[in-house]
């Protein structure tokens, strides 16, 4: 969902689905436009987890992994589901998955950002750059994207943030998969991606890893003009 143009005043009726908590974390921005990133994204995840269960939106609540990745929580139990939320410069973005026990991560990133070639340098592997060095000049910032927010979905995923070593897997992007340096646990067949660009603005990326785990995404961009956390969304 876009988020470019939206006043607090717009995001006030969504508000009213977060918890104590949310609103605490909410108020603790210093500026106004990540004050409505952060009550759009929350008031999204939580139509969508009502839309995956059946509970009304402000009826979840949220612990901490090891490393702060959320887990939802119905009536003090967890809600039997994976979630992960992405927010970022004009847009946010959930994606949900209606089984227990899989790790999930999304990433949402505007096709405008620009980011220094040190950055790549740094974050991607010889593979990753060699690819990317591989495009036409003016493909390159959207190659960029195409990897980050690959990797950030796995990272996510993973709940292990950069504590991991970057150098330790990498991505190839048409199509999307995964491999793994020597010695490093898990299997790439275990692993599956999407992506897409969304809103004709953004890349979007998910990461999925659970036993036989197959990714059949279904994709929904939302009107934030007739977005009502409390009245549902259709999948």
Request: charged fraction near 20%.
């Amino acid at each position: 969902m876009t988020t470019a143009g939206l006043t607090e005043e717009a995001t006030t009726p969504w508000a009213a689905v977060l918890d104590d908590a949310e609103l605490a974390r909410a108020a603790r921005f210093a500026f106004p436009h990540s004050r409505i990133a952060f009550v759009a994204a929350h008031a999204l995840t939580r139509a969508a987890l009502a839309a995956a269960t059946g509970a009304p939106p402000a009826a979840f609540g949220f612990a901490s992994g090891p490393h702060g990745k959320p887990e939802a929580l119905l009536g003090g139990r967890p809600a039997g589901l994976a979630f992960n939320l992405s927010h970022t410069d004009g847009g946010v973005g959930v994606a949900v998955a209606a089984v227990p026990g899989l790790m999930l991560g999304f990433d949402l990133e505007p096709l405008g950002r620009r980011t220094p070639p040190e950055v790549a340098r740094r974050c991607f592997t010889a593979s990753e750059l060699g690819w990317l060095d591989g495009l036409p000049a003016a493909d390159r910032a959207e190659g960029f994207l195409r990897l980050w927010t690959l990797k950030e979905a796995f990272i996510k995923a993973t709940g292990r943030g950069l504590t991991q070593d970057l150098a330790a897997f990498w991505f190839r992007v048409d199509p999307p998969s995964v491999g793994f340096a020597p010695g490093r646990p898990g299997r790439p067949q275990d692993w599956c991606f999407a992506q897409r660009i969304v809103h004709q603005g953004f890349v979007a990326a998910i990461g999925l890893h659970g036993q036989g785990a197959g990714l059949d995404a279904t994709w929904r961009e939302r009107d934030p003009a007739g977005f009502d956390p409390t009245a549902g969304l259709a999948w």
